[in-house]
């Protein structure tokens, strides 16, 4: 198989996260970047797309447009990322996967929870890659993480505690920034603010790390500027299916933190401590032994760790390039497939349209729970009940 | 006024909080200790006291005997600690209070709610110090926090984040241990084991820092090793008296961490972080500004914080120095009183019978919370109420 | 102008820095990399290269055959990296340059003063780019400390004291490990190993950050492990030209240390530091102030370190973005000459020949004082003096 | 024997040093605080001699009075501390050795390298204890360090890195305070600024550690602030007996740096790492391994940690602990002498009259070869060759 070919929708100029995708898509040139329709404005999406270095019959004003012109080339996109406000992400997604395209959605995949197990069908009948980008999960140090519970490092896994608490809306002036006031909104950001931009990603890492699904959650949510109608600090309480408790505390009024995304995971053998802004290092703590640093890049990782590590150990790596072994795991899978061939284990990571749907359900439930005073209510899709 | 004599029931050989008790105490000279009983067996406890330099006749057998002779002589001690089992507190507190005497007595103050009221008002009404040892509230970044709180720095206080979360019983094998069996006991222990032994310090510490008491919680309680009956993880939310939200996660099961006693307060117009372990540095993030490292010892510091340093900046100091600041507020207190004189306010700050009895309300209600799923529960004593 | 078209020579399979040229380069689309002569072996090479996704008339089997048959096509490439061992840089730097191409060569540039000035010269002569590849001065908080110093913010620079001391070669049993032994054998490496491999990355970034060139030297230079003809430690101390004092410390058999690059310059207003390892936060003290924490890519930085920052604070960015700043600078230089328009003052930051033959007027100097019992002696190279 | 008796001399109302002793000498009550002589205005000595609680008759106006009075008293001093300016410190050593007490005097021990030798010829003649006070040696993980050197846990030491560089002298306006300016002014000062005055407890540490003695150095010093004669800064290399390699850098302008006293030893086997700043971690690399934290307090430290440790593991210790050990060491050899006993050898760890003629002839060397440009020189004491 050849190059392989990625398009995207949104992430067009002055972005957040469009600058992103495209570095970590190019990365070890993974992916061409070869078709996108990068903006809600037609023209401004064409122009950008041309500056970006799309031909010009690729660089489309609109996405429909786009799946309409790719579905019929011969070198059609390989892999699709919508990059868009997120309550266009289940009806772009979904387009595509009809249309036959391997598609990564950013989170939250969907709006609804209904949305999200219609297309965890769809994935399925079509035999297409539905990935989300829970990108924190492509660090190396993170699937380190999950290798040393899965190899039984941590004995049972008893408790997990995962962050995910910055400080960047802690300024009770930003009630007029529209930066961030849609975000507490509820008429444009749905049921759930933090929890639902930043929590998932904490609850995804937590999952993945330590290989159990959240059951039941318990969930205090609170807006600690009073303008906002969502809330902009959470505590969660969780139940996993594997029997490990969870606690997951979410913030963006925590002033002095920048990004505050961390995880602690305390088994019956040992316990791990890692934190996304210093992702380099692994806190490792055996049973009765001393806390050991375990470093990227250094002897003695899992082959999952090895695959995502790109430089010699001290040499800090970020999170483009976690980010890019979202989009490295998927050019394998998209490979694998083409060459009739078994995926390597050690790629076969990226987070799926289940994993989508599983935040959704997760959002709903702390929605849920947090006008109920902290009830217990049920965290999982139905379908997977 | 002359120098201060000093006493102590328990504390006795090989006891693990007895020698922070006698070298604070010591520290500059604050208190001459003279007296004691130090153990529960009557004889050990005399030959460990003589061995500690007391005099034959005040290495007493039993704090009876201590009390009806101290009672009587003219150079009686001036403070006694009481650091026996938690079982015994009351009782002995109680006795000597009515006794005339002064009193710090060890955490948590008592068994329960009701015995914390007759201690309040005991006090009230004897007009005696009864003092209660959160010995962490006398770092001195511990009380700049609070200076910079009640200073307005951080504008009204949103969220306060405490953390005791240790992993000194993670080791299922210690089932059969019994200086860790006990602890999970409730025959032995009372309601609550991790919360009432080290969750009661963060509360204290949220609480003395941010000026604001408890109103209510909902407390998310788990035993991680199944032998044990009361929990050895919890969450717990708070709401405040003064609008503040409240975050407390205290754990005996967190492998890697070794004290685990952190604070955050995230107000307004700034946000402070503190650990223990590193007691020395305190972080605060003014709005739109840059994190900031205030070093203990260094210029521009609180009153409070002034007092409880001993040595230059960059020296580190620890737990006994803070320890001893309760020690230092306590001899301050005594010699107002005798010299008949306003206290510096910035000693004024030991923890009092009040705090104890709080923290006595909060552990029933983590107790009764936990049982209830979480349930919503009144967390001030009904004195306070 | 279109794309722009990268070529390379070494970075073969298996080479150490192979991975992270193509890497960077590719960063943001920046250059296209479309030819290259990866392998001292000719078959390797091309083969490598075809699976690297170059035409098979652009993967070289020799930099011979590269320089000729890119000489002659339309769509040469417009920059040619040299990542070949040290010994043949200053022969293809030549011979590319020669022949008007632009060049990155990787440090050490030569392997003497004569050679680096005849390199200098030449590019003088060519007017084309011959850059070294200094790559951790591309780190975005580099560049911000450099810009304070020039802003001022320190006022004199008195003293920078910079370190590069790992631990990676401490194990004597190496001694018959020939991916090691080279390096400390005169006969392979020249007059030093540490220094010349190491130590010149923290010369050139203590130059590059304070905006001064070091004059004279004196160094101490020791074999830790016998068997070692060359140097695996050293401390070197520096005069520069504008007046500030230097230390350098460089090792390999500092166990324990990873890494090991650090910066620290000292003014009369305030000190900065930086680590390698950490590279996502600068520490800055002003005098008479409090230390504080500066952020990559949070407010209120300079341009330069603005421009060489990808993705939002709180976000860790590595080395392979630092890397990607000296690729991101060429192109930018390159289309600037192109265009005919001025380079934007905030890229014109990459390495240059000069720096190149300064590092090699440095090692030699380290070299003479070194075997001199620290003799100071003259660290400019004669062009320079 | 009964409780040991404490005197010093020096250390007056205001003093920077004199609280550190008063409470390291007390902890544990190890020293009874009986005697003083505080202040070089005999009023003002005697007065705050009653106020810290001595007896109206040994509150001394002046050394002598107290040497004359206590060499008559049954009951006399046990340890006298000399804590007055560097000048004086011989003279009155010398009396008191020849007085029969035993002295710990503050560092340097004396101005001249033949007084050094005078003291330690007069202390073996007397076989009186003269202790020189290089209190960071009393830090329970300086301790470990030690004890693991010794124990072969790193093979031969090959290198030692120690560093006391601190930014307290930093801001050129000082030039005019008195607290600053005598110490760089020879007159007063001596041969040496900043390596007498900080230096010296970074080369006895490492010698303290590495179990070897400097012979020989090379030092470039350099005044920073032009004002200064003396040096404000210097690196020195070093060449041990045991065949170790030093490196010390000393400085009082290190902008951002509070106190700055660390320690690397770097051996065949592995490397250890600890900083005066956070000084209840150590860290440990053994050779092909992962770094481990030692925690001061934790399980498996040698027996000389453990002497010099108080509180559990988790809870900081600080400075005047590490200083309360030098006085709990005299204690012990105080005690053992009198009891007719060999000395518990984990105790047996004060740094003594040996030392400060070492430190002195260090001095002496440093400015010898600073003036010399770096010229090596012998650095031993001439008794010591
Ligand atoms: N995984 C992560 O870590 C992460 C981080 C940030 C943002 N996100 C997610 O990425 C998505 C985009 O967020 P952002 O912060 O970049 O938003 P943004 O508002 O900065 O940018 C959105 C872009 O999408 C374009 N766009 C909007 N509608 C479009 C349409 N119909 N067709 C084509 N383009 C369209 C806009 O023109 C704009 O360029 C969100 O879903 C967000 O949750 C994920
Ligand atoms: N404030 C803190 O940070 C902190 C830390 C640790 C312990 N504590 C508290 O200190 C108290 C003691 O804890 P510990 O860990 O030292 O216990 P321990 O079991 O180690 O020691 C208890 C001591 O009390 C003595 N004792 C028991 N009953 C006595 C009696 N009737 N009369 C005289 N002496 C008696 C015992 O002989 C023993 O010496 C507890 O209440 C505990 O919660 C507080
Ligand atoms: N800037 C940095 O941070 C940094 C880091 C590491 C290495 N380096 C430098 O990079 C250079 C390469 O180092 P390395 O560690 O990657 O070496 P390496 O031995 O790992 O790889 C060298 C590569 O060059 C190829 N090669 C050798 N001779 C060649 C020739 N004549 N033509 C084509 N290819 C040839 C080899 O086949 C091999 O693939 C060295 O100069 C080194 O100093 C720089
Ligand atoms: N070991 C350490 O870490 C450390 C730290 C600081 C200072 N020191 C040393 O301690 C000594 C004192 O330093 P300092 O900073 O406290 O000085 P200081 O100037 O603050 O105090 C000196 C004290 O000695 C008294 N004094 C002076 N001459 C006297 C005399 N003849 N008789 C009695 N008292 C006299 C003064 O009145 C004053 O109270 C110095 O030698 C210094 O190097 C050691």
């Given at each position: 198989m050849g190059k392989l070919n990625w398009g995207i929708i949104g992430g067009g100029e002055g972005s957040q996260i469009g600058p992103a995708h495209r570095l970590a898509a190019g990365l070890d040139r993974a992916f061409?970047?070869?078709?996108?329709?990068?903006?809600?404005?037609?023209?401004?999406?064409?122009?950008?797309g041309r500056r970006m270095g799309l031909a010009a019959d690729r660089a489309y004003g609109d996405w429909r447009e786009m799946?309409?012109?790719?579905?019929?080339?011969?070198?059609?996109?390989?892999?699709?990322?919508?990059?868009?406000?997120?309550?266009?992400?289940?009806?772009?997604?979904?387009?595509?996967?009809?249309?036959g395209f391997h598609v990564l959605v950013e989170k939250p995949m969907t709006m609804t929870v209904a949305e999200g197990e219609e297309l965890v069908g769809l994935a399925r009948e079509t035999g297409r890659i539905c990935?989300?980008?829970?990108?924190?999960?492509?660090?190396?140090?993170?699937?380190?993480?999950?290798a040393m519970v899965a190899a039984g490092d941590l004995g049972r896994v008893r408790m997990?505690?995962?962050?995910?608490?910055?400080?960047?809306?802690?300024?009770?002036g930003d009630a007029d920034n529209p930066r961030v006031r849609w975000r507490y909104d509820p008429a444009q950001a749905g049921v759930s603010a933090q929890f639902a931009d930043c929590g998932i990603h904490a609850l995804h890492m937590a999952s993945f790390v330590i290989g159990q699904e959240v059951e039941r959650l318990s969930a205090d949510t609170v807006?600690?500027?009073?303008?906002?109608?969502?809330?902009?600090?959470?505590?969660?309480?969780?139940?996993f299916d594997g029997g490990a408790v969870g606690r997951l505390w979410t913030s963006s009024i925590a002033l002095g933190r920048q990004h505050g995304l961390t995880l602690q995971v305390f088994g019956e053998k040992g316990g791990l401590r890692w934190a996304q802004e210093q992702p380099n290092q692994l806190y490792w703590m055996p049973l009765g032994g001393r806390l050991e640093v375990i470093e990227r890049g250094g002897p003695g990782l899992s082959p999952e760790a090895t695959r995502?590590?790109?430089?010699?150990?001290?040499?800090?790596?970020?999170?483009?390039?976690?980010?890019?072994?979202?989009?490295?795991?998927?050019?394998?899978?998209?490979?694998?497939?083409a060459e009739g061939r078994a995926i390597d284990?050690?790629?076969?990571?990226?987070?799926?349209?289940?994993?989508?749907?599983?935040?959704?359900?997760?959002?709903?439930?702390?929605?849920?729970?947090?006008?109920?005073?902290?009830?217990?209510?049920?965290?999982?899709?139905?379908?997977m009940r």
């Open positions: 061409d970047f070869v078709a996108g329709a990068l903006d809600h404005r037609a023209e401004e999406g064409r122009a950008f799946l309409e012109s790719e579905r019929g080339r011969a070198d059609r996109v390989d892999l699709v990322t919508v990059a868009t406000p997120n309550a266009t992400h289940f009806e772009i997604t979904k387009a595509f996967l009809e249309g990935a989300v980008n829970y990108g924190y999960s492509g660090y190396a140090l993170v699937r380190q993480m999950r997990v505690v995962a962050e995910f608490a910055h400080g960047h809306h802690a300024d009770a807006s600690c500027i009073e303008s906002r109608v969502l809330e902009d600090d959470a505590q969660v309480n969780l139940r995502a590590s790109r430089v010699t150990v001290g040499h800090a790596e970020g999170m483009p390039l976690a980010f890019g072994n979202i989009y490295a795991d998927l050019a394998e899978a998209i490979r694998a497939r284990p050690a790629a076969d990571l990226y987070p799926r349209a289940e994993d989508g749907l599983r935040s959704m359900a997760a959002v709903f439930a702390v929605a849920e729970s947090g006008k109920a005073e902290g009830a217990w209510v049920e965290a999982r899709p139905p379908m």
